[in-house]
């Protein structure tokens, strides 16, 4: 590293689906990826939910089961010991499994929403955490209104939370250094975020087993899986510091 610990007054942390594949969550794009068994149009879309709304809760529902048998791994707890060193951190990520929080880690900007969040499709409420391990009846209702409830995630064609997208566009200007990790950087807006910090001369790392169409921009590749990875770099980074 060109930087050391006590030059970096403030740091960004952007992660995708690559950093829980160690816990057993699947990621979107890998060999055994969701797109490559489901199609993302017949399940994350509002077209989607609106044509067939029990299909879309019973593959949430399935994927809710999945990820609440899953644990943080040594990567996202990393990161809540990197968050604790750094007074002016933010850790911005694309995931819903909501493993971040699990793990300890506080200022987290959930670009893509929560799996474990349900919305009213009328918008009669702010949206609710519900962790039922098995939902009793499908599609939810919304406690308030009866109508219909949403999972609380972004789906394609839809625009993200307009505060999480300008916390992670600020961040990424300001930090002086960001850290990638386990996306494959296809999915815009969140793709661009690390273009913006190299644009604003930070120094960003990228944690990924395979090359992406960022590999070739950031200033250090750590081609391994992140939950070795990352700890790794993380107490080679104090040392040399
Ligand atoms: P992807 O599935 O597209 O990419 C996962 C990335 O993680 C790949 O580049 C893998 O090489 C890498 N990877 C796999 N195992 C890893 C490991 N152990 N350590 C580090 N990296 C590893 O997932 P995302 O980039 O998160 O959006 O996908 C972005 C968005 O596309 C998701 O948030 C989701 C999806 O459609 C929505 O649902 C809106």
């Known amino acids: 590293m060109n930087i050391s610990v006590q030059d970096v007054s403030s740091i960004m942390v952007l992660t995708g689906a690559g950093i829980s594949a160690e816990s057993g969550v699947p990621t979107f794009r890998g060999e055994d990826g969701l797109w490559r068994q489901y199609r993302a149009e017949e399940l994350a ?32 707890r990393t990161l809540v010991e990197i968050e604790a060193r750094f007074e002016d951190f933010v850790l911005v990520t694309q995931n819903v499994d909501g493993l971040h929080s699990l793990a ?7 670009l893509h929403g929560n799996i474990w969040r349900m919305r009213c499709t009328q918008m009669c409420r702010p949206s609710w955490e519900d962790r039922s391990a098995v939902l009793r009846a499908l599609p939810p209702r919304c406690p308030s209104c009866g109508e219909m409830a949403r999972p609380d995630v972004v789906w394609f064609g839809e625009v993200l939370p307009g505060e999480a997208i300008e916390t992670a566009d600020t961040a990424a200007r300001r930090c002086q250094l960001m850290l990638v990790i386990g996306t494959s950087a296809l999915v815009q807006p969140a793709a661009s975020i690390p273009l913006l910090a190299l644009q604003s001369g930070a120094t960003v790392v990228e944690f990924n087993p395979q090359p992406t169409p960022l590999s070739d921009h950031v200033d250090i590749t750590v081609r391994e899986p992140a939950a070795e990875s990352l700890p790794r770099w993380w107490a080679r980074w104090l040392v040399e510091s």
């Open 104 to 110: 300890g880690s506080r200022k987290i900007v959930e």
């Open 45 to 76: 879309t509002p077209r989607a939910f609106y044509r067939d709304p029990k299909l879309v809760w019973e593959w949430y529902d399935w994927r809710r089961g999945l990820i609440g048998g899953c644990q943080p791994n040594q990567a996202h």
